[in-house]
Nanobody, 125 residues
Framework: QVELVESGGGLAQPGGSLRLSCAASGFTFSTSAMGWFRQDPGKEREFVSVVSWNGGITYYADSVKGRFTISRDNAKDTLYLQMNSLKPEDTSRYYC??????????????????WGQGTQVTVSS
């Protein structure tokens, strides 16, 4: 049974940083591309970033490029999202997801078959 558990969300000031983690279990993490999405109430889930199975290829939404960094530790079955220079518009619930496919980019929520419960990120002074 696939399980994805996000952590690391919270309150940050504009310009601050947070690091999200996603602990994975129930599948072969090291062979799966993994992504981060975010979603506000009443809105569609928005692509943030994706990383290939070995961490060698990454893609970012234009809105976070240069500020966020996705990474993974296959020895720990854990996905990360380092978020720097946070802006109020980054406020959202962030979800990690396991992809159905290996080829990147995977920017559509339908490209993923398993989701965590999410972690809330709030950027405010």
């Amino acid at each position: 049974q696939v399980e994805l558990v996000e952590s690391g969300g919270g309150l940050a000031q504009p310009g601050g940083s947070l690091r999200l983690s996603c602990a994975a279990s129930g599948f072969t993490f090291s062979t799966s591309a993994m992504g981060w999405f975010r979603q506000d109430p009443g809105k569609e889930r928005e692509f943030v970033s994706v990383v290939s199975w070995n961490g060698g290829i990454t893609y970012y939404a234009d809105s976070v490029k240069g500020r966020f960094t996705i990474s993974r530790d296959n020895a720990k079955d854990t996905l990360y999202l380092q978020m720097n220079s946070l802006k109020p518009e980054d406020t959202s619930r962030y979800y990690c997801a396991k992809s159905r496919y290996k080829g990147l980019p995977l920017v559509n929520p339908d490209d993923y078959d398993s989701w965590g419960q999410g972690t809330q990120v709030t950027v405010s002074s």
